[in-house]
């Protein structure tokens, strides 16, 4: 009995990851788009390529348990996306907004690192190692991306201070100026 109900929520898991994968190959592009850095815009576009390949790898895993691939409404992954098309919509300047999207996809990277460790542990549970396998490559890609993303961010943010700084700066500028004057 055990086995059976943790198989049903293996499959169940499966298919909200399944689902959230083609959420993201949707929310990708845009995210790439949106990106003024030409690094991230490639990371972005690598990733929707690693995407793809994820997606790829579920279905193995349904083909593999004689099941059709589903797709369960992954509404963790809807919100983070709906999140990041929020900031999309503010007007930032560009290596602010770029910072923004950063964060916004680390947090789906994190949600998908939780995600494929729960469902590889299940699986590892099940003793299906075809699917311990596929989704430990998976995970370890999505740490990968979470890595790259904050090797971006590091260039990034600080990118994205510089403008307030400048502005800062040119306040104390006049302040010097009155103060030499006096």
Known sequence: MKSSSLQDLFLIELSDLYDAEHQLIKALPKMAKASSAETLRGAFEEHLEKTKEHAARIERIFAGLDKPAKREKCKGMQGLISEGND???????????????????????HYEIAAYGCVRTYAELLQNRQAVD???????????????????????????????EAELEGEEEPKRRAKTAS
């Not at 930032?92 to 770029?98: A, F, G, H, K």
């Not at 979470?146 to 990034?156: G, H």
């Open 87 to 109: 900031l999309l919509k503010k007007k930032l300047n560009p290596d602010v907004q770029d910072a923004g999207i950063i964060a916004a996809a680390q947090r789906v990277e």
């Open 134 to 164: 596929l989704l430990e490559q998976t995970l370890q890609e999505e740490k990968d991306a979470d890595e790259k993303l904050t090797e971006l961010a590091q260039q990034i943010n600080v990118e994205a201070q510089a403008p307030e």
